[in-house]
């Protein structure tokens, strides 16, 4: 495990302009470091997070206490190496692991809820740049992300292109589709549909809507996997059993699979969280940002790119990151692409993909 | 629209066996049928419904008022031609529209609720082959059906191998995968999370657990278009609007058609039948019923064997019709198998596809 400073705060010294007009005011960025920032300021990295992911990044985890979530990827001699990088991952706002969200107290000191703003995921990158600033960076080495990560890092590049010098976007895509909006449609309404929600006032109650959450994190975890990965692993196996029981206990391991993964994502995440940075996500479409055509998001980019992505990921699948890799050849950019061969599905960002490790590392070290 | 007799019922002269050791008993099954039954009781067709289905194949629905569900396929002239054959459409029992299920009234004169029997899909055929024998039909010109439909198809034609002539088996499988068993979990869990559901006792309540199986078919939905046919029917076009709102309303047309499909569904379907039948389809693995192995399933059949896969349907993907295939294959049956191109996902078989109705007519007629 690579050794993290304590987690830290940066207060936002300027509200933060959002996208739907608004500006958020006394925002902070929780974040986490590791590795020693060079006399030079030229050695950072900055890792974005997806969607339910947070700023421990190769550290454990305060609530669940399990390692970092890119462990595998981020330490001492790994693929992104702390002994030659610093290396910052942030809480994106929104969320709910110390930067503000909706669960945070605003300006009459009760939980916003939902009178939290509606963001972006160019407002999230607003928060990361002026964590930037006052970090003193100036410009970073590399913006490195995954999924929801990758969608931040092509941000980044696309409206602070000044900012990073290499751009790592993997298995991600430059606009959410009709099929990614509509799994988290179905993730929102089972959250609203939940009594103990309250319209997002249940942060004074005894109960949250974990329920409705669970769901939600079902639905979204099958799209996380791949339909031969879920084969492989749970096929129709039977849970601690001989015969199936005829009744509507989890005969199946996938059932119980599902439910274990739903119940244990309600004690680390926040429901409205849960809304507010699926949202973002669905709002996700650089290319409408920037007058409709996607290579004029990158006209002003000085960045390489690299785009990964793998053949079995069914929620990004390649043809998204050629997309963007056609955007950038268009821009005139320097961009390398890579579709990995994984079973995992979606979540072979996270998993152990020797390929992947080879890829990182050459880009960020070449 | 086909003239139809009006929806009749069936009462089952004895009780019903089940595969989970239990009987059912007086149970009724009601069904609708189309065209005349020749003297010689050779023409008739029986047409299997899928998870949602009914009795109302070619005859509006009572509730909704829509025409029946497959009036592209079945009447005077058209593919299942009921000029020539005598068409049964039977409701399944576990289903809500007038055969036995949840809902219907136990031996206490109470709606049964969770007290009725987990059922198989190898169940309901018993009560479709109990029907045909109560109207005298020794052996069917054909049994067809699509999703569930097909697995029944094929389940009649693996246990009661003497009583179809053709099997027509249209985007199935003969077996749930982990996948499909994971997309039904979610369903279940929505249903079962809603307070409203009340442990299944909500018959006597002013309240059923809409939004839970709203969510469940909002779920399920999704899994029967194909991303490209929902790119190419919504996009990310926003719903009567010109800009986003930054808010949660439904902002894209696709969110605003998935929470039609949800809250129309509830009007029409109960809740417990929807448990009890996705728990049966997750059950289904006709192999494992006949010793592991799919080709000895059908081994006994003297039946010609149709099956047809859409390329976008990644619900009951061609591999597994391919699947079934093989294993009639080493059975030594006759079987023809089609995977046809069509734009829009597993509902592909009950949509405008030309080719398919070539397919079932040439199959029946042939």
Known sequence: MATATPSRSYALPAPLPLDGGQALADASIAYETYGELAADKGNAILVCHALTGDQYLASAHPVTGKPGWWER???????????????????????????????????????????????????????????????????????????????????????????????????????????????????????????????????????APDAGLSVARMAAHITYLSEAGLTEKFGRRLQDREAKSFGFDADFQVESYLRYQGSGFTRRFDANSYLYITRAMDYFDIAEEHGGKLADAFAGSSARFCLVSFDTDWLYPTAESRHVVHALNAAGAPVSFVELSAPYGHDSFLLDVPALDRVVQGFLDG
């Open 73 to 207: 990827m981020v330490g001492p001699g790994k693929p992104i190496d702390t002994d030659r990088y610093h290396v910052i991952c942030a809480n994106v706002i929104g969320s709910c692991m110390g930067s503000t969200g909706p669960a945070s107290a605003g300006p009459d000191c009760q939980p916003y809820a939902m009178r939290f703003p509606v963001i972006t995921v160019r407002d999230m990158v607003r928060g990361l740049v002026a964590l930037l600033d006052g970090l003193g960076i100036a410009r970073l080495h590399a913006v490195v992300g995954g999924s929801m990560g990758g969608m931040q890092a092509l941000s980044l590049a696309a409206n602070f292109p000044e900012r990073a010098a290499r751009v790592l976007a993997i298995a991600t895509t430059a606009r959410h589709s009709a099929q990614n909006i509509a799994f988290h449609e179905v993730g929102r309404q089972a959250i609203m549909a939940d009594p103990d929600w309250r319209e997002g006032d249940y942060y004074a109650h005894d109960t």
